[in-house]
């Protein structure tokens, strides 16, 4: 005589089934906090735009002094427009590693020697691989007082993602301000450095006013992602808290 099979047997016990919904609870939960964490990092990234944006096109302001130089930080200070007078070391010049919209070349690295003897780096702007002999860019010197006007940077130690500044070879791959300093023999330098600014040098090199400014906002995007994903996780769970309660009824 054939028994017929016991489907109830195959099923989920009661006790997995519950572990199960509150699996599915605890994963609903942290995907919600993850969205509201996105939301709160778009609250921050619009803030910080804002902040960069205002800094960047308001009236330029006298580059932090030595005594200031232990208050610069990136969140307060990077992308400030900023003006310094002084006198460029022009053979202590130092050539970067760049990749910019006009080719691969060299962001042209000068200290600027102020009245105190103290000196501020700038990036005087680009000059293109061809053009890095300063021999073939004569004219492009600014001699005597100058006043420079550009964007405060955060320095960038040791080297790029990729490459690694060697020092003693003099091959330089960031604008990595200390190093550069101790290379070149400039003692009191500012722990930041000077993009300068769009004004056309003499004979049109360096190229400056080449900063790049973008930071990636999608974490409106990320949050609706999370909140999705949450949303689907709760109408399982609901969906199968339903079957249960029907299986209880039917009991």
């Known amino acids: 005589m054939s028994v017929a099979p016991d489907k109830s047997a195959r099923r989920p016990s009661r006790a997995k089934r519950a572990f199960f919904c509150v699996c599915l609870a605890l994963l609903a939960a942290i995907l919600a906090a993850l969205g509201t964490w996105q939301v709160q990092r ?61 080719g691969p070349g060299y962001w042209v690295m000068t200290p600027l020697t102020l009245a105190d003897g103290t000196a501020i780096l700038v990036n005087r702007g680009f000059v293109p691989i061809d053009r890095r002999d300063p021999a073939t860019r004569r004219g492009g010197e600014l001699s005597g007082p100058v006043e420079i006007t550009g964007l405060i940077r955060m320095t960038e130690p040791k080297g790029s993602l990729l490459q690694a500044n060697d020092a003693a070879a003099d091959r330089w791959y960031s604008r990595d301000v200390a190093a550069i300093a101790q290379k070149r023999g400039v003692a009191a330098i500012a722990p930041y450095f000077i993009d300068a600014g769009a004004s056309a040098n003499p004979g049109g090199l360096p190229v400056g006013g080449l900063t790049i400014i973008h930071f990636p906002n999608n974490h409106l995007v990320y949050a609706i992602t999370w909140y999705g994903l949450a949303a689907m996780a709760l109408a399982l769970l609901l969906f199968i808290l339903r079957g249960e309660m029907g299986r209880g009824r039917r009991a």
């Open 42 to 102: 778009l609250a921050w990234k619009s803030g910080l735009i804002a902040r960069v944006d205002q800094r960047v096109h308001a009236p330029p302001v006298p580059a932090p002094a030595q005594a200031d130089w232990g208050k610069v930080n990136a969140a307060d200070d990077e992308y400030r427009r900023v003006s310094a007078t002084g006198a460029l070391a022009n053979d202590k010049e130092t050539l970067v590693y760049a990749s910019t919209a006009l």
